[in-house]
Protein backbone atom coordinates (compact mmCIF):
# COMPACT_ATOMS: atom_id res chain seq x y z
CA UNK A 1 0.00 0.00 0.00
CA UNK A 2 1.34 3.21 -0.72
CA UNK A 3 3.18 5.05 1.88
CA UNK A 4 2.95 9.00 2.05
CA UNK A 5 6.61 9.63 0.25
CA UNK A 6 5.18 7.09 -2.71
CA UNK A 7 1.97 9.20 -3.25
CA UNK A 8 3.77 12.83 -2.93
CA UNK A 9 5.60 11.32 -6.12
CA UNK A 10 2.79 10.01 -7.66
CA UNK A 11 1.22 12.90 -7.72
CA UNK A 12 4.04 15.18 -8.71
CA UNK A 13 4.55 12.82 -11.83
CA UNK A 14 1.04 12.85 -12.55
CA UNK A 15 -0.17 16.23 -12.07
CA UNK A 16 2.83 18.53 -13.19
CA UNK A 17 0.36 20.33 -14.89
CA UNK A 18 -2.00 21.44 -11.87
CA UNK A 19 0.75 23.38 -9.66
CA UNK A 20 -1.36 24.50 -6.95
CA UNK A 21 -2.97 21.33 -6.85
CA UNK A 22 0.57 19.64 -6.25
CA UNK A 23 1.59 22.16 -4.02
CA UNK A 24 -1.31 21.48 -1.68
CA UNK A 25 -1.01 18.28 -1.33
CA UNK A 26 2.51 17.82 -0.62
CA UNK A 27 2.03 20.47 1.69
CA UNK A 28 -0.36 18.39 3.84
CA UNK A 29 0.71 15.08 2.91
CA UNK A 30 4.98 16.07 4.33
CA UNK A 31 3.33 16.50 7.62
CA UNK A 32 1.41 12.75 7.71
CA UNK A 33 4.41 10.40 7.73
CA UNK A 34 3.79 9.87 11.78
CA UNK A 35 0.16 8.98 11.03
CA UNK A 36 1.65 5.58 9.44
CA UNK A 37 1.71 4.03 12.07
CA UNK A 38 -1.54 3.87 12.46
CA UNK A 39 -1.73 0.22 10.41
CA UNK A 40 -5.10 0.27 9.07
CA UNK A 41 -4.27 3.68 7.16
CA UNK A 42 -1.95 1.77 4.92
CA UNK A 43 -3.91 -1.47 5.11
CA UNK A 44 -6.78 0.40 3.72
CA UNK A 45 -4.61 2.74 1.13
CA UNK A 46 -5.73 5.54 2.87
CA UNK A 47 -3.34 8.12 1.39
CA UNK A 48 -3.26 7.43 -2.12
CA UNK A 49 -6.99 6.99 -2.23
CA UNK A 50 -7.46 10.52 -0.23
CA UNK A 51 -5.63 12.60 -3.31
CA UNK A 52 -7.86 11.55 -6.28
CA UNK A 53 -11.03 13.47 -6.21
CA UNK A 54 -14.06 11.68 -5.96
CA UNK A 55 -15.56 13.28 -9.26
CA UNK A 56 -14.72 16.00 -11.41
CA UNK A 57 -17.51 17.91 -12.59
CA UNK A 58 -16.81 20.15 -15.83
CA UNK A 59 -19.47 21.97 -17.45
CA UNK A 60 -20.40 24.13 -20.29
CA UNK A 61 -21.77 27.85 -19.39
CA UNK A 62 -23.14 29.78 -22.21
CA UNK A 63 -24.70 33.35 -21.59
CA UNK A 64 -24.44 36.88 -22.79
CA UNK A 65 -22.93 40.19 -22.54
CA UNK A 66 -24.98 43.77 -22.24
CA UNK A 67 -23.68 43.76 -26.00
CA UNK A 68 -25.49 40.78 -27.29
CA UNK A 69 -22.00 38.72 -27.57
CA UNK A 70 -22.81 35.27 -26.53
CA UNK A 71 -20.09 33.52 -24.13
CA UNK A 72 -18.98 30.62 -23.69
CA UNK A 73 -16.79 29.23 -20.84
CA UNK A 74 -16.41 26.57 -18.36
CA UNK A 75 -17.96 26.00 -14.85
CA UNK A 76 -16.04 23.16 -12.40
CA UNK A 77 -17.05 21.46 -9.45
CA UNK A 78 -14.51 19.02 -7.37
CA UNK A 79 -16.18 16.79 -5.24
CA UNK A 80 -13.26 15.83 -3.40
CA UNK A 81 -13.89 13.61 -0.05
CA UNK A 82 -17.65 13.12 1.06
CA UNK A 83 -16.17 10.75 4.20
CA UNK A 84 -17.40 12.85 7.16
CA UNK A 85 -20.36 15.19 5.62
CA UNK A 86 -21.80 16.89 2.33
CA UNK A 87 -19.38 17.96 -0.11
CA UNK A 88 -18.99 21.74 1.07
CA UNK A 89 -16.95 24.50 -0.32
CA UNK A 90 -17.26 27.86 -2.48
CA UNK A 91 -16.94 28.75 -5.68
CA UNK A 92 -14.78 30.97 -7.19
CA UNK A 93 -15.60 32.96 -10.35
CA UNK A 94 -12.00 34.76 -11.80
CA UNK A 95 -9.98 35.23 -14.71
CA UNK A 96 -7.64 32.42 -15.19
CA UNK A 97 -9.61 29.97 -13.26
CA UNK A 98 -8.72 26.55 -13.90
CA UNK A 99 -9.04 22.89 -12.81
CA UNK A 100 -5.79 22.48 -10.60
CA UNK A 101 -6.87 25.88 -8.92
CA UNK A 102 -10.26 24.14 -7.86
CA UNK A 103 -8.73 20.87 -6.91
CA UNK A 104 -6.39 22.83 -4.78
CA UNK A 105 -8.87 24.39 -3.32
CA UNK A 106 -11.17 21.88 -3.22
CA UNK A 107 -8.34 19.23 -1.04
CA UNK A 108 -7.21 21.76 1.34
CA UNK A 109 -11.18 21.92 2.46
CA UNK A 110 -11.09 18.13 3.63
CA UNK A 111 -8.98 19.01 6.30
CA UNK A 112 -10.21 22.75 7.36
CA UNK A 113 -13.83 21.21 7.51
CA UNK A 114 -12.57 18.14 9.42
CA UNK A 115 -10.87 20.89 11.88
CA UNK A 116 -14.40 22.49 12.47
CA UNK A 117 -15.94 19.50 13.96
CA UNK A 118 -19.05 19.86 11.88
CA UNK A 119 -19.98 17.28 9.80
CA UNK A 120 -19.00 18.82 6.14
CA UNK A 121 -16.74 17.03 3.07
CA UNK A 122 -14.32 18.72 0.46
CA UNK A 123 -15.69 20.22 -2.69
CA UNK A 124 -15.10 23.55 -4.54
CA UNK A 125 -16.15 24.94 -7.49
CA UNK A 126 -15.65 27.81 -9.81
CA UNK A 127 -15.55 29.31 -13.44
CA UNK A 128 -13.14 31.59 -15.62
CA UNK A 129 -15.20 34.08 -15.41
CA UNK A 130 -14.76 37.72 -13.48
CA UNK A 131 -17.00 39.62 -11.90
CA UNK A 132 -14.77 42.55 -12.09
CA UNK A 133 -15.60 45.14 -14.31
CA UNK A 134 -19.32 43.37 -15.31
CA UNK A 135 -22.86 44.85 -14.86
CA UNK A 136 -24.85 43.62 -12.22
CA UNK A 137 -27.19 41.95 -15.38
CA UNK A 138 -24.08 40.54 -16.84
CA UNK A 139 -23.18 38.83 -13.45
CA UNK A 140 -27.09 37.90 -13.23
CA UNK A 141 -27.37 35.74 -16.51
CA UNK A 142 -23.83 34.12 -15.98
CA UNK A 143 -24.92 32.84 -12.59
CA UNK A 144 -28.80 31.81 -13.61
CA UNK A 145 -26.54 29.97 -16.65
CA UNK A 146 -23.94 28.23 -14.04
CA UNK A 147 -27.02 27.09 -11.99
CA UNK A 148 -29.14 25.66 -15.11
CA UNK A 149 -26.39 22.81 -15.11
CA UNK A 150 -24.44 22.22 -11.40
CA UNK A 151 -28.00 21.80 -10.36
CA UNK A 152 -27.99 18.74 -11.10
CA UNK A 153 -25.12 17.60 -9.02
CA UNK A 154 -25.95 19.46 -5.72
CA UNK A 155 -28.56 19.42 -2.79
CA UNK A 156 -28.82 20.45 1.09
CA UNK A 157 -27.51 16.76 1.76
CA UNK A 158 -25.15 16.55 -1.38
CA UNK A 159 -23.19 19.06 -1.80
CA UNK A 160 -23.29 22.52 -0.46
CA UNK A 161 -21.74 25.76 -2.46
CA UNK A 162 -20.68 28.80 -1.17
CA UNK A 163 -19.08 31.73 -1.92
CA UNK A 164 -15.42 32.70 -2.24
CA UNK A 165 -13.25 35.25 -4.43
CA UNK A 166 -15.61 37.04 -7.13
CA UNK A 167 -19.15 35.19 -5.49
CA UNK A 168 -20.49 37.59 -2.42
CA UNK A 169 -24.05 37.40 -0.88
CA UNK A 170 -24.97 39.32 -4.85
CA UNK A 171 -23.95 36.07 -6.86
CA UNK A 172 -25.19 33.68 -3.88
CA UNK A 173 -28.52 35.55 -4.85
CA UNK A 174 -29.06 34.75 -8.38
CA UNK A 175 -27.03 30.86 -8.05
CA UNK A 176 -30.16 30.65 -5.56
CA UNK A 177 -32.55 31.52 -7.00
CA UNK A 178 -31.88 29.37 -10.27
CA UNK A 179 -31.78 26.34 -7.95
CA UNK A 180 -35.09 27.55 -6.54
CA UNK A 181 -36.97 27.89 -9.46
CA UNK A 182 -35.52 24.98 -11.31
CA UNK A 183 -35.90 22.14 -8.31
CA UNK A 184 -38.91 24.20 -6.65
CA UNK A 185 -37.41 23.81 -3.29
CA UNK A 186 -36.62 26.22 -0.91
CA UNK A 187 -33.27 24.16 1.10
CA UNK A 188 -29.78 25.19 2.57
CA UNK A 189 -28.03 24.36 -1.25
CA UNK A 190 -26.11 27.16 -0.74
CA UNK A 191 -24.32 28.91 2.11
CA UNK A 192 -23.35 32.59 2.26
CA UNK A 193 -26.94 33.81 1.46
CA UNK A 194 -29.01 36.58 2.81
CA UNK A 195 -30.61 36.87 6.21
CA UNK A 196 -33.66 37.21 4.47
CA UNK A 197 -34.57 34.12 2.65
CA UNK A 198 -31.95 32.01 4.79
CA UNK A 199 -28.67 32.97 5.73
CA UNK A 200 -27.27 33.24 8.87
CA UNK A 201 -26.24 36.18 10.85
CA UNK A 202 -22.23 36.82 11.11
CA UNK A 203 -21.62 34.36 7.66
CA UNK A 204 -20.45 37.72 6.03
CA UNK A 205 -18.10 38.65 9.13
CA UNK A 206 -17.20 34.95 9.61
CA UNK A 207 -13.56 34.22 7.94
CA UNK A 208 -12.45 37.25 9.20
CA UNK A 209 -13.98 37.62 13.15
CA UNK A 210 -12.77 33.63 12.55
CA UNK A 211 -8.95 34.84 11.61
CA UNK A 212 -8.60 37.54 14.38
CA UNK A 213 -10.04 34.93 17.26
CA UNK A 214 -7.65 32.10 15.99
CA UNK A 215 -5.23 34.53 16.00
CA UNK A 216 -5.71 35.85 19.84
CA UNK A 217 -5.79 32.35 20.54
CA UNK A 218 -2.39 31.39 19.11
CA UNK A 219 -0.44 35.14 20.91
CA UNK A 220 -2.54 34.46 24.36
CA UNK A 221 -0.95 31.03 24.36
CA UNK A 222 2.67 32.86 24.10
CA UNK A 223 1.18 35.60 26.80
CA UNK A 224 0.63 38.25 24.20
CA UNK A 225 -2.27 40.35 22.96
CA UNK A 226 -3.33 42.25 19.66
CA UNK A 227 -3.48 44.98 21.67
CA UNK A 228 -1.42 47.69 19.99
CA UNK A 229 0.25 45.72 17.55
CA UNK A 230 0.69 46.99 13.87
CA UNK A 231 -1.21 45.19 11.98
CA UNK A 232 -0.84 43.84 7.75
CA UNK A 233 -3.73 43.19 6.45
CA UNK A 234 -3.72 41.95 2.31
CA UNK A 235 -6.50 42.21 0.20
CA UNK A 236 -9.94 44.28 0.54
CA UNK A 237 -12.60 41.82 -0.13
CA UNK A 238 -14.86 39.30 2.58
CA UNK A 239 -11.99 38.26 4.31
CA UNK A 240 -9.79 41.08 4.38
CA UNK A 241 -12.78 43.50 5.17
CA UNK A 242 -13.76 41.96 8.57
CA UNK A 243 -10.35 40.57 9.48
CA UNK A 244 -9.82 44.56 9.42
CA UNK A 245 -12.38 45.27 11.58
CA UNK A 246 -11.82 42.47 14.22
CA UNK A 247 -8.35 43.44 14.81
CA UNK A 248 -8.83 47.16 15.54
CA UNK A 249 -11.48 45.85 17.70
CA UNK A 250 -9.28 43.88 19.20
CA UNK A 251 -6.84 47.09 20.00
CA UNK A 252 -4.45 46.64 16.75
CA UNK A 253 -3.88 49.50 14.32
CA UNK A 254 -4.40 47.75 10.51
CA UNK A 255 -2.09 50.21 8.32
CA UNK A 256 -2.13 48.10 4.87
CA UNK A 257 -4.85 46.86 2.64
CA UNK A 258 -4.68 46.25 -1.02
CA UNK A 259 -6.40 44.67 -4.01
CA UNK A 260 -5.68 44.26 -7.80
CA UNK A 261 -4.50 47.12 -8.47
CA UNK A 262 -2.24 48.17 -5.58
CA UNK A 263 -2.00 49.04 -1.85
CA UNK A 264 -2.63 51.30 0.38
CA UNK A 265 -0.53 52.49 4.07
CA UNK A 266 -2.73 54.57 6.31
CA UNK A 267 -0.34 54.91 9.53
CA UNK A 268 -3.26 56.12 11.63
CA UNK A 269 -4.98 52.18 10.95
CA UNK A 270 -8.17 51.84 9.12
CA UNK A 271 -10.70 51.92 11.37
CA UNK A 272 -14.06 53.98 12.35
CA UNK A 273 -15.25 55.94 9.20
CA UNK A 274 -12.32 54.94 7.09
CA UNK A 275 -13.31 51.45 7.02
CA UNK A 276 -16.70 51.94 6.50
CA UNK A 277 -15.56 54.05 3.40
CA UNK A 278 -13.33 50.93 2.04
CA UNK A 279 -16.01 48.57 2.95
CA UNK A 280 -18.90 50.38 0.74
CA UNK A 281 -16.36 51.00 -1.51
CA UNK A 282 -15.25 47.15 -2.03
CA UNK A 283 -19.03 45.77 -1.06
CA UNK A 284 -21.25 47.80 -2.78
CA UNK A 285 -19.26 50.06 -5.73
CA UNK A 286 -16.98 47.68 -6.48
CA UNK A 287 -14.33 50.59 -6.76
CA UNK A 288 -10.53 50.58 -7.02
CA UNK A 289 -8.53 50.83 -3.10
CA UNK A 290 -6.60 54.09 -5.29
CA UNK A 291 -10.04 55.82 -4.20
CA UNK A 292 -9.41 55.06 -0.12
CA UNK A 293 -5.90 56.74 -0.86
CA UNK A 294 -7.29 59.48 -2.38
CA UNK A 295 -10.03 60.23 -0.10
CA UNK A 296 -7.64 60.20 2.55
CA UNK A 297 -4.70 61.20 1.32
CA UNK A 298 -2.32 58.50 2.14
CA UNK A 299 0.09 56.52 -0.01
CA UNK A 300 -0.99 54.54 -2.62
CA UNK A 301 1.84 52.06 -4.85
CA UNK A 302 0.30 50.97 -7.63
CA UNK A 303 0.71 47.57 -8.89
CA UNK A 304 2.42 46.35 -5.56
CA UNK A 305 1.33 44.10 -3.27
CA UNK A 306 1.48 44.47 0.91
CA UNK A 307 4.89 42.26 0.78
CA UNK A 308 6.40 44.13 -2.10
CA UNK A 309 6.20 47.58 -0.08
CA UNK A 310 7.19 46.00 3.50
CA UNK A 311 10.23 45.11 1.34
CA UNK A 312 10.84 47.95 -0.56
CA UNK A 313 10.19 50.40 2.19
CA UNK A 314 11.26 48.57 5.38
CA UNK A 315 7.76 49.22 7.20
CA UNK A 316 7.68 47.99 10.44
CA UNK A 317 4.94 45.26 11.17
CA UNK A 318 4.20 43.37 14.08
CA UNK A 319 1.31 40.61 12.12
CA UNK A 320 0.89 39.52 9.09
CA UNK A 321 -2.73 38.56 7.63
CA UNK A 322 -2.35 37.62 4.47
CA UNK A 323 -6.44 37.87 3.20
CA UNK A 324 -6.04 38.16 -0.87
CA UNK A 325 -5.01 35.20 -2.94
CA UNK A 326 -2.60 32.03 -3.32
CA UNK A 327 1.49 32.55 -3.15
CA UNK A 328 1.15 36.26 -2.73
CA UNK A 329 4.37 36.10 0.02
CA UNK A 330 6.91 34.18 -1.47
CA UNK A 331 10.49 33.43 0.41
CA UNK A 332 11.84 36.92 -0.26
CA UNK A 333 8.94 38.57 0.91
CA UNK A 334 8.76 36.56 4.55
CA UNK A 335 12.42 37.20 4.80
CA UNK A 336 11.21 41.38 4.81
CA UNK A 337 8.30 40.42 7.40
CA UNK A 338 11.40 38.83 9.52
CA UNK A 339 13.13 41.99 9.35
CA UNK A 340 10.02 44.17 9.82
CA UNK A 341 10.14 42.50 13.01
CA UNK A 342 7.01 40.39 12.49
CA UNK A 343 5.95 37.82 15.38
CA UNK A 344 3.04 36.40 13.73
CA UNK A 345 1.83 35.56 10.74
CA UNK A 346 -1.96 34.24 10.27
CA UNK A 347 -3.71 32.95 6.65
CA UNK A 348 -7.34 34.31 6.20
CA UNK A 349 -6.45 33.16 2.42
CA UNK A 350 -6.08 29.66 1.54
CA UNK A 351 -2.22 29.08 0.27
CA UNK A 352 -1.49 32.74 0.68
CA UNK A 353 2.31 31.24 1.65
CA UNK A 354 4.79 29.58 -0.70
CA UNK A 355 6.64 26.81 0.94
CA UNK A 356 9.84 28.95 0.66
CA UNK A 357 7.90 31.35 2.71
CA UNK A 358 6.78 28.57 5.39
CA UNK A 359 9.79 27.68 5.84
CA UNK A 360 11.26 30.70 7.00
CA UNK A 361 8.90 31.50 9.16
CA UNK A 362 9.83 27.86 10.89
CA UNK A 363 13.09 29.03 10.93
CA UNK A 364 12.73 32.32 12.78
CA UNK A 365 10.57 31.09 15.45
CA UNK A 366 7.50 33.49 14.75
CA UNK A 367 4.22 31.72 15.29
CA UNK A 368 2.49 30.70 11.77
CA UNK A 369 -1.23 29.76 11.73
CA UNK A 370 -2.07 28.08 8.94
CA UNK A 371 -4.85 28.97 6.64
CA UNK A 372 -6.49 25.74 6.53
CA UNK A 373 -7.31 26.27 10.48
CA UNK A 374 -7.08 30.28 10.94
CA UNK A 375 -9.68 30.75 8.23
CA UNK A 376 -12.01 27.79 8.72
CA UNK A 377 -14.35 30.24 10.85
CA UNK A 378 -15.96 31.42 7.24
CA UNK A 379 -17.00 27.40 6.32
CA UNK A 380 -17.50 26.57 10.27
CA UNK A 381 -20.22 29.43 10.30
CA UNK A 382 -21.63 28.19 6.90
CA UNK A 383 -21.90 24.61 8.66
CA UNK A 384 -23.96 26.69 11.37
CA UNK A 385 -26.16 27.76 8.82
CA UNK A 386 -27.09 24.66 7.13
CA UNK A 387 -28.06 23.76 11.33
CA UNK A 388 -30.33 26.71 11.07
CA UNK A 389 -31.86 25.67 7.61
CA UNK A 390 -32.34 22.12 8.27
CA UNK A 391 -34.36 23.04 11.40
CA UNK A 392 -36.04 26.18 9.84
CA UNK A 393 -35.41 28.69 12.89
CA UNK A 394 -32.14 31.74 12.59
CA UNK A 395 -29.91 32.20 15.76
CA UNK A 396 -28.90 35.93 16.61
CA UNK A 397 -26.05 37.23 16.08
CA UNK A 398 -24.80 36.67 19.38
CA UNK A 399 -25.54 32.85 19.72
CA UNK A 400 -24.09 32.94 16.18
CA UNK A 401 -20.50 34.37 17.19
CA UNK A 402 -20.38 32.86 20.48
CA UNK A 403 -20.79 29.27 18.36
CA UNK A 404 -17.70 30.69 16.42
CA UNK A 405 -14.96 31.64 18.62
CA UNK A 406 -15.57 28.62 20.80
CA UNK A 407 -15.07 26.69 17.69
CA UNK A 408 -12.00 28.81 16.52
CA UNK A 409 -10.35 28.43 20.28
CA UNK A 410 -11.40 24.12 19.68
CA UNK A 411 -9.11 24.20 16.05
CA UNK A 412 -6.45 26.00 17.86
CA UNK A 413 -6.56 23.77 20.55
CA UNK A 414 -7.09 20.60 18.58
CA UNK A 415 -4.06 21.61 15.93
CA UNK A 416 -2.13 22.38 18.97
CA UNK A 417 -2.44 19.02 20.97
CA UNK A 418 -2.10 17.15 17.25
CA UNK A 419 1.42 19.12 16.92
CA UNK A 420 2.68 17.52 20.62
CA UNK A 421 1.41 14.23 20.55
CA UNK A 422 2.53 13.73 17.06
CA UNK A 423 6.18 15.44 17.66
CA UNK A 424 6.59 18.85 16.67
CA UNK A 425 5.18 20.55 19.77
CA UNK A 426 3.76 23.85 18.61
CA UNK A 427 4.14 23.39 14.57
CA UNK A 428 0.86 24.30 13.69
CA UNK A 429 0.51 23.55 9.96
CA UNK A 430 1.92 20.11 11.56
CA UNK A 431 -0.67 19.73 14.28
CA UNK A 432 -3.57 20.86 11.60
CA UNK A 433 -2.69 18.84 8.91
CA UNK A 434 -2.58 15.60 11.34
CA UNK A 435 -6.16 16.52 13.17
CA UNK A 436 -8.25 17.55 9.73
CA UNK A 437 -7.00 14.40 8.54
CA UNK A 438 -7.25 11.79 11.64
CA UNK A 439 -11.55 12.58 11.53
CA UNK A 440 -11.61 12.00 7.48
CA UNK A 441 -8.99 8.36 7.35
CA UNK A 442 -10.34 7.09 10.30
CA UNK A 443 -14.28 7.49 8.65
CA UNK A 444 -12.12 6.26 5.55
CA UNK A 445 -11.10 3.16 7.45
CA UNK A 446 -14.71 2.46 9.19
CA UNK A 447 -16.34 2.58 5.28
CA UNK A 448 -13.86 -0.20 4.32
CA UNK A 449 -13.61 0.34 0.74
CA UNK A 450 -15.66 2.35 -0.31
P1 LIG B 1 -13.18 38.62 -2.44
O1 LIG B 1 -13.47 38.40 -3.86
O2 LIG B 1 -14.24 39.18 -1.55
O3 LIG B 1 -11.89 39.55 -2.26
C1 LIG B 1 -10.66 39.22 -2.81
C2 LIG B 1 -9.71 40.36 -2.56
O4 LIG B 1 -8.40 39.98 -2.95
C3 LIG B 1 -10.05 41.61 -3.36
O5 LIG B 1 -9.62 42.74 -2.66
C4 LIG B 1 -9.26 41.39 -4.64
O6 LIG B 1 -8.98 42.61 -5.34
C5 LIG B 1 -7.98 40.80 -4.07
N1 LIG B 1 -7.35 39.89 -5.02
C6 LIG B 1 -7.92 38.87 -5.72
N2 LIG B 1 -7.04 38.29 -6.52
C7 LIG B 1 -5.87 38.94 -6.33
C8 LIG B 1 -4.58 38.80 -6.89
N3 LIG B 1 -4.33 37.89 -7.81
N4 LIG B 1 -3.62 39.67 -6.45
C9 LIG B 1 -3.88 40.63 -5.53
N5 LIG B 1 -5.11 40.79 -4.96
C10 LIG B 1 -6.07 39.97 -5.37
O7 LIG B 1 -12.67 37.21 -1.89
P2 LIG B 1 -12.59 36.70 -0.38
O8 LIG B 1 -12.25 37.80 0.54
O9 LIG B 1 -13.79 35.88 -0.13
O10 LIG B 1 -11.36 35.68 -0.48
C11 LIG B 1 -10.01 36.06 -0.22
C12 LIG B 1 -9.21 34.81 0.13
O11 LIG B 1 -9.76 34.19 1.31
C13 LIG B 1 -9.20 33.71 -0.93
O12 LIG B 1 -7.96 33.03 -0.87
C14 LIG B 1 -10.31 32.77 -0.45
O13 LIG B 1 -10.15 31.47 -0.96
C15 LIG B 1 -10.09 32.83 1.04
N6 LIG B 1 -11.21 32.44 1.88
C16 LIG B 1 -12.45 32.97 1.72
C17 LIG B 1 -13.49 32.60 2.55
C18 LIG B 1 -14.85 33.20 2.47
O14 LIG B 1 -15.70 32.82 3.27
N7 LIG B 1 -15.11 34.12 1.58
C19 LIG B 1 -13.28 31.58 3.61
C20 LIG B 1 -11.91 31.13 3.74
C21 LIG B 1 -10.94 31.55 2.89
P3 LIG B 1 -10.11 43.33 -6.28
O15 LIG B 1 -11.05 44.00 -5.32
O16 LIG B 1 -9.34 44.29 -7.10
O17 LIG B 1 -10.77 42.24 -7.06
O1 LIG C 1 -12.31 28.69 1.49
C1 LIG C 1 -13.35 28.62 2.17
O2 LIG C 1 -13.38 28.01 3.24
C2 LIG C 1 -14.55 29.29 1.67
N1 LIG C 1 -14.49 29.94 0.63
C3 LIG C 1 -15.85 29.16 2.41
C4 LIG C 1 -16.55 27.89 2.02
C5 LIG C 1 -17.94 27.73 2.57
O3 LIG C 1 -18.54 26.70 2.22
O4 LIG C 1 -18.42 28.56 3.33
Sequence with gaps: MAKVHEVIAKVKERYSNEPEFVQAVEEVLSSLEPTEKHKEFLDYNVYERLVEPDRVIIFKVV???????????????VQFNNAIGPYKGGLRFREGVYLGEIKFLAFE??????????????????????????????????CYSFMS?????????????????????????????????????????????SFEYGGS?????????????????????????????????????????????????MGARVVFASDTKGTI????????????????????????????AEKYNVPFFENKSVWDVIKEQGIKVDIALPCATQNEINGEHAEALIK?????????????????????YKDNGILFGPAKAAN????????????QNSMFIQWDAE????????????????????????????????????????????????????
Excluded: C
Excluded at 63 to 77: A, C, L, P
Excluded at 111 to 133: D, Y
Design 201 to 249: LIRPEATGYGLLYFTAEMLSHKGMDLNGKIVAVSGSGNVALYAIKKATE
Design 149 to 193: ELFRHIGPYTDVPAGDIGVGAKEIGYLYAAYKKIRNEHTGVLTGK
Design 399 to 450: EVDRKLMSIMKNIYKKSYEASEAYGKPGDLEFGANIAGFLRVAKAMVYYGLY
Design 340 to 360: AGVIAVSEGANMPSTPEAIKI
Design 63 to 77: WEDDSHNIKVTQGYR
Design 109 to 142: QIFKNSLTGLPMGGGKGGANFSTRGKSDREIMRF
Design 376 to 387: AGGVAVSGLEMS
Design 265 to 292: YDEEGISGEKWEFLRDLKENRRGSIKDY
